[in-house]
């Protein structure tokens, strides 16, 4: 029992418990990565090949590429794309800041569309008006492993000649209509951090794409744009895969399926307890997804009546894991103030950060563990209602 706790004070409750998941393959995880060390080959080789046959073998994709993050993947999908100044880029602007920092970073223009307000996708319905004689490519974001309408965006990407990159950094192992992520784009970028699905012990990514001629040249752009040593056909940057993240994905790919059962599992109780304690007037749950499969990569609900904040402080004093994804759309960002964007201009993300929050979810959880989650928002609606009386 850790010093700091009392023998009456309930476990705390991690938001992701990444050490569990190593424990549980502790010996398995161990000995890939020995057997990288002890062969000197720790740049790319034969780990490295064999767990991108098996990744892209999992996605049904034709090619797979490894590399060192899921901005690298991104960033390879552009390159490989050609998209740099003077081209726009269509996105949502509440997700990860990595999707539009790609785009800025090549040289292109992000032009955001809002989202659809129960699914926190893209919302297709917004995005032919956004469209110029600039734009190239339509990068949807599968967020919280949902994916996103991809027949609305393949339609519109099909009628104007776009690119669609598909950003499916949360969404390993999701499904649209029974095609699995990875083959939803001309390419498609996953990140292998520690909390995904699918997830390393540091920072890694992913490309697949079922095109040769984009997989060949995105193996060059992660190498310094060289295909034959020392001899360079492009200006890449070094966003290799290091062969122990490789090593590790590896181990873990088997378990993918059963890890995503666990997540659907828990995302089910959560639904279940939540109904059972009265609390959906004050949460609103996630939307059942009725055209494939939702891995839960995070369990997010939206808090009502500007009570977010005040929950999110009362679970953390009862140690009980949360946080906010995310907490200021993109267009609002500091960074990106040279784009003109005010406030209102995307009303639904707007609300969207001032109101969602991430409850502990990950393949282990137990029923326990979810249930102390629930009765803790439950004690603080009390609360508050003691307090309003």
Same mark, same amino acid.
């Given at each position: 029992m850790?010093?700091?706790?009392?023998?009456?004070q309930?476990?705390?409750?991690?938001?992701?418990?990444?050490?569990?998941?190593?424990r549980?393959?502790?010996?398995e995880?161990?000995?890939?990565?020995?057997?990288?060390?002890?062969?000197?080959?720790?740049?790319?080789?034969?780990?490295?090949?064999?767990?991108?046959? !098996?990744?892209?073998?999992?996605?049904?994709?034709?090619?797979?590429?490894?590399?060192?993050?899921?901005?690298?993947?991104?960033?390879?999908?552009?390159?490989?794309?050609?998209?740099?100044?003077g081209?726009? &880029?269509?996105?949502?602007?509440?997700?990860?800041?990595?999707?539009?920092?790609? &785009?800025?970073?090549?040289?292109?223009?992000?032009?955001?569309v809002?989202?659809?307000?129960?699914?926190?996708?893209?919302?297709?319905?917004?995005?032919?008006?956004?469209?110029?004689?600039?734009?190239?490519?339509?990068?949807?974001?599968?967020?919280?492993?949902?994916?996103?309408?991809?027949?609305?965006?393949?339609n519109?990407?099909?009628?104007h000649?776009?690119?669609?990159?598909?950003?499916?950094?949360?969404?390993?192992?999701s499904?649209?209509?029974?095609?699995?992520?990875?083959?939803?784009?001309?390419?498609?970028?996953?990140?292998?951090?520690?909390?995904?699905?699918?997830?390393?012990?540091?920072?890694?990514?992913?490309v697949?794409?079922?095109?040769?001629?984009?997989?060949?040249k995105?193996?060059?752009?992660?190498?310094?744009?060289?295909?034959?040593?020392?001899?360079?056909?492009?200006?890449?940057?070094?966003?290799?895969?290091?062969?122990?993240?490789?090593?590790?994905?590896?181990?873990?790919?088997?378990?993918?399926?059963?890890?995503?059962?666990?997540?659907?599992?828990?995302?089910?109780?959560?639904?279940?307890?939540?109904?059972?304690?009265?609390?959906?007037?004050?949460? !609103?749950?996630?939307?059942?997804?009725?055209?494939?499969?939702?891995?839960?990569?995070?369990? &997010?609900?939206r808090?009502?009546?500007?009570?977010?904040?005040?929950?999110?402080?009362?679970?953390?004093?009862?140690?009980?894991?949360?946080?906010?994804?995310?907490?200021?759309?993109?267009?609002?960002q !500091?960074?990106?103030?040279?784009?003109?964007?005010?406030?209102?201009?995307?009303?639904?993300?707007?609300?969207?950060?001032?109101?969602?929050?991430?409850?502990?979810?990950?393949? !282990?959880?137990?029923?326990?563990?979810?249930?102390? &989650?629930?009765?803790?928002c439950?004690?603080?609606?009390?609360?508050q209602?003691?307090?309003?009386?």
């Amino acid at each position: 029992m850790p010093a700091d706790r009392s023998p009456d004070q309930p476990a705390a409750v991690p938001l992701c418990d990444i050490a569990l998941q190593y424990r549980n393959h502790q010996d398995e995880i161990e000995a890939a990565v020995l057997g990288v060390l002890r062969s000197g080959q720790a740049i790319l080789g034969p780990v490295v090949a064999a767990f991108e046959q !098996e990744a892209a073998d999992y996605c049904h994709a034709t090619h797979a590429l490894g590399c060192g993050s899921g901005t690298d993947a991104l960033l390879l999908a552009l390159h490989a794309l050609d998209i740099g100044p003077g081209d726009e &880029v269509i996105l949502p602007p509440f997700t990860f800041f990595a999707t539009v920092g790609s &785009v800025t970073r090549v040289g292109a223009t992000p032009v955001f569309v809002d989202v659809d307000p129960d699914t926190y996708n893209i919302d297709p319905a917004l995005i032919e008006a956004k469209i110029t004689p600039r734009t190239r490519a339509i990068m949807p974001v599968h967020l919280f492993g949902r994916c996103a309408d991809m027949d609305a965006i393949w339609n519109i990407a099909d009628r104007h000649g776009l690119y669609v990159i598909e950003d499916a950094a949360q969404s390993f192992g999701s499904d649209y209509r029974g095609r699995r992520c990875g083959t939803l784009g001309v390419v498609s970028c996953f990140s292998f951090y520690p909390s995904k699905n699918l997830g390393t012990l540091g920072d890694a990514g992913m490309v697949t794409t079922n095109n040769p001629d984009l997989h060949k040249k995105m193996a060059a752009l992660r190498n310094h744009g060289s295909d034959v040593k020392y001899y360079h056909k492009y200006v890449g940057w070094n966003a290799r895969i290091d062969a122990v993240h490789a090593a590790i994905l590896k181990v873990k790919l088997p378990h993918v399926d059963a890890w995503i059962e666990g997540r659907r599992a828990a995302a089910g109780r959560y639904d279940a307890m939540i109904a059972a304690q009265g609390l959906d007037g004050f949460f !609103e749950r996630p939307v059942p997804n009725p055209s494939g499969l939702h891995t839960f990569n995070q369990y &997010v609900v939206r808090v009502a009546n500007g009570q977010r904040d005040a929950l999110m402080k009362h679970l953390k004093a009862e140690n009980v894991g949360c946080e906010v994804y995310y907490p200021l759309p993109l267009h609002q960002q !500091e960074c990106l103030t040279h784009l003109g964007h005010r406030a209102g201009d995307f009303p639904v993300s707007e609300a969207a950060a001032k109101s969602v929050l991430a409850l502990p979810i990950f393949p !282990e959880i137990t029923e326990a563990q979810q249930t102390r &989650v629930v009765d803790v928002c439950r004690q603080f609606t009390r609360q508050q209602s003691r307090q309003a009386a």
